[in-house]
Nanobody
Framework: QVQLVESGGGSVQAGGSLRLSCAVSGYTASVSYMGWFRQAPGKEREGVAGNYNYIGDRRTYYADSVKGRFTISQDNAKTTLYLQMNSLKPEDSAMYYC??????????????????WGLGTQVTVSS
């Protein structure tokens, strides 16, 4: 089992920055893929940034809409996942969720089959 708790959300003006954190507890050694997702009212949940860290192999990937503005990172102990968000836009407003998937070897960027989810943290960007 893996538990995830997000923090760092808030309200910011367009062009501003926020850093989200996701505290990871439980059987963290088993986690391979982790990701940040978001869901705005009336819209489907979408993947924002992904991180793969397993057996010495580390990779990151991003949705096109955030490339060059968002950066995902993880501490070496796999206890915290971060999302640095710069140049924020009103369309970035959403509930942001952290998710984790244990034990999968790298087979490419994916937004599917994440077994564990946090409760989310709200990000609001005003114009």
């Amino acid at each position: 089992q893996v538990q995830l708790v997000e923090s760092g959300g808030g309200s910011v003006q367009a062009g501003g920055s926020l850093r989200l954190s996701c505290a990871v507890s439980g059987y963290t050694a088993s986690v391979s893929y982790m990701g940040w997702f978001r869901q705005a009212p009336g819209k489907e949940r979408e993947g924002v940034a992904g991180n793969y860290n397993y057996i010495g192999d580390r990779r990151t990937y991003y949705a096109d809409s955030v490339k060059g503005r968002f950066t995902i990172s993880q501490d070496n102990a796999k206890t915290t996942l971060y999302l640095q968000m710069n140049s924020l836009k009103p369309e970035d407003s959403a509930m942001y969720y952290c998710a984790a998937s244990p034990g999968r070897l790298w087979y490419g960027p994916t937004w599917s089959d994440f077994a564990y989810w946090g409760l989310g943290t709200q990000v609001t960007v005003s114009s």
